[in-house]
C-alpha cells in the first residue's frame, strides 16, 4: 500500500513539472508596436536627379540606396519632382505597392487596408503609376498663384515594401529644410526635397500599433 502511495505521488510530480514547463515554453504573446520602426527623414533629394531617374529609398535601411540597384528589391519607394515609384509590379523588380488612405492622420492608421485596394506601378509617369500624380489626386495638391507644391495632410501612403513588409508614409514637406513659410523664391530653387515620417512593420504583418 505504501509503495503504491509513493509510485502515485511520484507520477503527480511529474504531471506537475511537465506542466510547468510546458506553460513555461509557450511563447510571449506579441507585441506589435516592439517590431514597428518609426523615422523622421529630412531633405531626400527628388530634385536634382534626371529626367527618367529617381532617388530610391529604403525605409529598412533608413536611407537612399544607389540608382543602379534599381533592378533589385533593396528600396522601397523613389522620388523624381512630384513623381513618385513603389518597387513593385510589371514595372519593378520587388513586391511593392501603394494606396493612399484619405482623410485620416497618420496615428490614426492602426493597420494596412486590405490587399485589393493596393496598386503597382506599370510604368514610370502617368497611370503607370500606383501613386497618382496631379494636385488634388494623389499626395499634394498646387497652388497655380503661389506655385507652391502642399501636401495634403489627411492622405497617407501606405505601401508594401520591395520584400513584402507593410509600412505606412506621411510627407509632411517638399522643400529643403521644411520652412514653416515657404516663399516664392523657396518654391523656385529648393523644391522636391521630401521630408516625410513613416511606420514599418518588420514582422511582415498588417498592424502598427496596439
Not at 29 to 44: E, M, R, Y
Not at 175 to 201: C, H, R, V, W
Amino acid at each position: 500500500m505504501k509503495k503504491l502511495l509513493f509510485t502515485t505521488a511520484i507520477g503527480l510530480l511529474s504531471l506537475a513539472s511537465c506542466s510547468s514547463n510546458d506553460r513555461g515554453s509557450e511563447p510571449a504573446p506579441v507585441n506589435p508596436s516592439a517590431t514597428v520602426k518609426t523615422q523622421d527623414v529630412k531633405d531626400v533629394d527628388g530634385a536634382t536627379v534626371a529626367t527618367d531617374k529617381f532617388t530610391l529609398y529604403s525605409l529598412r535601411e533608413n536611407k537612399v540606396i544607389a540608382s543602379t540597384e534599381q533592378e533589385t528589391d533593396k528600396w522601397d519607394i523613389g522620388f523624381n519632382k512630384t513623381k513618385i515609384i513603389i518597387n513593385g509590379g510589371t514595372a519593378r523588380k520587388g513586391k511593392g505597392a501603394a494606396t493612399i488612405v484619405k482623410g485620416t492622420s497618420f496615428d490614426a492608421i492602426k493597420t494596412a487596408p486590405e490587399d485589393a485596394a493596393f496598386k503597382t506601378d506599370s510604368g514610370n509617369s502617368g497611370d503607370g503609376l500606383a501613386i497618382t500624380t496631379g494636385t488634388g489626386k494623389g499626395w499634394y495638391s498646387y497652388d497655380p498663384v503661389k506655385h507652391l507644391i502642399t501636401p495634403i495632410a489627411g492622405n497617407i501612403i501606405v505601401i508594401k515594401t520591395g520584400d513584402g513588409k507593410y509600412a505606412k508614409i506621411q510627407i509632411t514637406n517638399y522643400y529643403k529644410g521644411a520652412p514653416a513659410t515657404i516663399s516664392d523664391q523657396a518654391a523656385l530653387n529648393d523644391s522636391g526635397y521630401y521630408n516625410f515620417k513613416f511606420a514599418l512593420q518588420t514582422d511582415g504583418s498588417k498592424t502598427f500599433s496596439k
